[in-house]
T-cell receptor, first 114, second 112 residues
Framework: DAGVIQSPRHEVTEMGQEVTLRCKPISGHNSLFWYRQTMMRGLELLIYFNNNVPIDDSGMPEDRFSAKMPNASFSTLKIQPSEPRDSAVYFC????????????FGPGTRLTVT | DQQVKQNSPSLSVQEGRISILNCDYTNSMFDYFLWYKKYPAEGPTFLISISSIKDKNEDGRFTVFLNKSAKHLSLHIVPSQPGDSAVYFCAARTLTADKLIFGTGTRLQVFP
C-alpha cells in the first residue's frame, strides 16, 4: 500500500499567489482530513470529508482557504491569495469510517509564503 | 483556547530510563484519547489509545494512563530507546464528533 500521497512536498510562493495542495488518500478509505501544523497551535483540523462530502469546515481559518474532494481518490486544499502567516506544514490524513480515530497521515507539504 | 494541552514542549531522557509525556484536557465530554508519534519529514503515526472507561492501556513498552478526575493522561515509555526520539502528539475526541483534537506536541529526545 502506497499510503497517503501528498504533493508537492515543498512549496515556496510569494504573497498573493494561489497555492494548491493535493492529496490522494489510501484506497478504500472514506474519510479524509486536512490539518495544519504550527509551533503555536500544534495540529489543527481544517476540514474533513466523509464519502467525499465536507462534514466540518469550522477549522478553515478564512475564506481564502477552500477544499474540494471531487472523488474518493483525490482532494485539494487551495489558498487564494496566500499570506506569509499561512506558512506551515499541511497534512492530509485518511481513515475508514470505522477506524476514524486511527488516521493515516501523509508526509505533509511544507508551505512557505514570502 | 486549546482543549488539549501538552505543556512540555520538549523532554530529554537517557536510553533505558522511563519517558513520561503528559497531556491535559479541558473538555469533560472527551471519551477517547490517542497518542501519535511523528518523525521529522514524516506524517504522524498512530501509537496507542485509551477509552474513557479504562484507566490504563498497555502495548509493549508503551503504556497510557488516564485520570479522568484530573483530566490528565500520560504516556510512559519504558525502557526508552534512541529510536523513540520524535514528537509525540496527544489527541482526544468526543462521542458525537468524528474528529480529533490534537495538542501542540512534545519533542522527546532519548540520548545514549
Amino acid at each position: 500500500d502506497a499510503g497517503v500521497i501528498q504533493s508537492p512536498r515543498h512549496e515556496v510562493t510569494e504573497m498573493g499567489q494561489e497555492v494548491t495542495l493535493r492529496c490522494k488518500p489510501i484506497s478504500g478509505h472514506n474519510s479524509l482530513f486536512w490539518y495544519r501544523q504550527t509551533m503555536m497551535r500544534g495540529l489543527e483540523l481544517l476540514i474533513y470529508f466523509n464519502n467525499n462530502v465536507p462534514i466540518d469546515d469550522s477549522g478553515m481559518p478564512e475564506d481564502r482557504f477552500s477544499a474540494k474532494m471531487p472523488n474518493a481518490s483525490f482532494s485539494t486544499l487551495k489558498i487564494q491569495p496566500s499570506e506569509p502567516r499561512d506558512s506551515a506544514v499541511y497534512f492530509c490524513a485518511s481513515s475508514t469510517l470505522a477506524g476514524i480515530y486511527e488516521q493515516y497521515f501523509g508526509p505533509g507539504t511544507r508551505l512557505t509564503v514570502t | 483556547d486549546q482543549q488539549v494541552k501538552q505543556n512540555s514542549p520538549s523532554l530529554s531522557v537517557q536510553e533505558g530510563r522511563i519517558s513520561i509525556l503528559n497531556c491535559d484536557y479541558t473538555n469533560s465530554m472527551f471519551d477517547y484519547f490517542l497518542w501519535y508519534k511523528k518523525y521529522p519529514a514524516e506524517g504522524p503515526t498512530f501509537l496507542i489509545s485509551i477509552s474513557s472507561i479504562k484507566d490504563k492501556n498497555e502495548d509493549g513498552r508503551f503504556t497510557v494512563f488516564l485520570n479522568k478526575s484530573a483530566k490528565h493522561l500520560s504516556l510512559h515509555i519504558v525502557p526508552s530507546q534512541p529510536g523513540d526520539s520524535a514528537v509525540y502528539f496527544c489527541a482526544a475526541r468526543t462521542l458525537t464528533a468524528d474528529k480529533l483534537i490534537f495538542g501542540t506536541g512534545t519533542r522527546l529526545q532519548v540520548f545514549p
